[in-house]
């Protein structure tokens, strides 16, 4: 993390984001605004269908909003062309979509070691074994996410976007396959990663996850309810 804590970890401005579906389009978001302190942990709840996808695939740079724009530690990341996007990405913001930020093709030590290399941060790093200890899977570095439970898959997603000590969190149900233990533990490990300046963005549906939340947005139709 490498900017001063009056700056946002995310400030999001007046996002919008159409479809087109042959005749139809959908208006998925109408003018979202947000900003998540550093420091601090937002949960994003609202009903099925709301945009609450979209709002997290636009703040990550994964998607373009049609207008508005969104910073990332101050610094833009929407309307760039996508390597940028991709770079920004990679020093910036860990993203945790359920199982896909995770390469088939790597086992989950060398997802851990990937994500690890775009540490910019001036604090310690720990090695992948130690990110793996973190979340509990010091025995399953050489498994591959095929070969992963759904709540290993989750925990292996969480290491992996804690990897490069991000400024900004997002992350979609991240507890949404775990038991109440492994739940209370990876919400222990967010918050704790919160608490060193970062900001923490959750989608979530799980009351649990709303406790810990500093403030929770509600987005009904496109939009933050008021
Ligand atoms: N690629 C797409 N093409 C067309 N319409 C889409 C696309 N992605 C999302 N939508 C539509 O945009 C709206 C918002 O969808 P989104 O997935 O963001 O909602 P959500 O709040 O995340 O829902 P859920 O809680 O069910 O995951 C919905 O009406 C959805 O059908």
């Not at 775009?118 to 095929?146: C, I, M, N, Y």
């Amino acid at each position: 993390m490498t900017t001063g804590w009056a700056t946002p970890a995310l400030n999001a401005r007046e996002l919008y984001r159409f479809f087109r579906t042959g005749d139809d389009e959908t208006l998925a978001l109408r003018g979202v605004s947000l900003t998540v302190a550093r420091g601090e942990t937002v949960a994003v709840v609202g009903p099925s269908g709301s945009g609450k996808s979209t709002l997290l695939a636009c703040l990550a740079g994964l998607d373009e909003p049609a207008g508005g724009s969104v910073e990332v530690a101050g610094e833009r990341i929407s309307h760039r062309p996508e390597a940028v996007r991709a770079r920004i990405r990679a020093h910036r913001i860990g993203v945790l979509l359920q199982s896909r930020n995770l390469l088939p093709h790597l086992d989950v030590r060398g997802n851990i070691r990937l994500a690890r290399r775009a540490w910019r941060h001036s604090g310690f790093r720990p090695s992948a074994d130690e990110l793996l200890d973190r979340v509990g899977l010091g025995e399953r570095g050489r498994a591959t996410p095929a070969q992963l439970s759904g709540g290993e898959l989750a925990r292996a997603g969480l290491a992996v976007a804690l990897a490069n000590h991000p400024d900004v969190l997002l992350a979609d149900e991240p507890t949404g396959e775990l038991d109440g233990y492994t739940e209370e533990q990876v919400l222990e490990l967010l918050r704790d990663h919160a608490a060193q300046g970062a900001g923490l963005l959750i989608v979530t549906h799980s009351a649990e996850v709303v406790a810990i939340a500093d403030r929770v947005v509600t987005i009904r139709d496109g939009e933050v309810a008021a």
